[in-house]
């Protein structure tokens, strides 16, 4: 996941620049919207994954949007297409989210545990994130099994790692060092 954002980072930044400049962010991320809707579909990320030619991918992806992508996202299109990485499109789209938060002063972090957390251990988690990043925060809280105890907190690439399966990887990196 992190390296999917690492490599979606470059793009939404790009992204990000030229819809300030043009004064445009809710239309990019209109647009964002639609290609993350497009690239879920099964059959079409099989075709952008396919080992068919950038331009015929391209071309392909281009023509399923019609009339809902400007020259700007045709032209992000093809840029994509040609570095053969058209499957990050979803990610282009978080990141992009991340920014236009960032810039509003507000904070996507989402937090995984292994059980509910209650409301009051929410506001304590919520009010420590608004402090320490000076601005407002949104919390998306799901309950993943995975997470032996504690929580895992992910903010934009960024991720807080207290369970104790984290906890036990850093022990055991430590001994093996």
């Known amino acids: 996941m992190s390296q999917l954002i690492t490599l979606a980072r470059p793009y939404a930044e790009a992204i990000f620049s030229l819809a300030v400049e043009q004064q445009n962010v809710d239309q990019w991320q209109s647009m964002l919207m639609f290609?993350?809707?497009i690239?879920?579909?099964e059959l079409i990320s099989t075709v952008c994954s396919s080992p068919a030619s950038s331009e015929k991918k391209a071309n392909f992806f281009i023509s399923i949007c019609g009339n809902q992508l400007d020259v700007y996202g045709r032209n992000l299109i093809r840029v994509i297409a040609k570095n053969n990485r058209l499957t990050i499109l979803p990610n282009i789209l978080e990141y992009f989210i991340y920014l236009r938060?960032?810039?509003e002063q507000t904070v996507n972090i989402n937090?995984?545990?292994a059980a509910q957390l209650t409301k009051e251990q929410l506001k304590r988690i919520t009010f420590a994130m608004e402090r320490r990043f000076s601005c407002r925060v949104n919390l998306n809280f799901k309950i993943d099994q995975s997470v032996v105890a504690g929580i895992v907190i992910y903010i934009g690439d960024t991720v807080i790692d207290g369970s104790v399966r984290g906890r036990q990887e850093r022990f055991a990196k430590i001994l093996l060092s």
Request: hydrophobic share 60%; net charge positive.
């Open 111 to 113: 937090i995984m545990a």
């Open 39 to 41: 690239m879920r579909n």
């Open 35 to 37: 290609l993350d809707k």
């Open 101 to 103: 938060l960032l810039q």
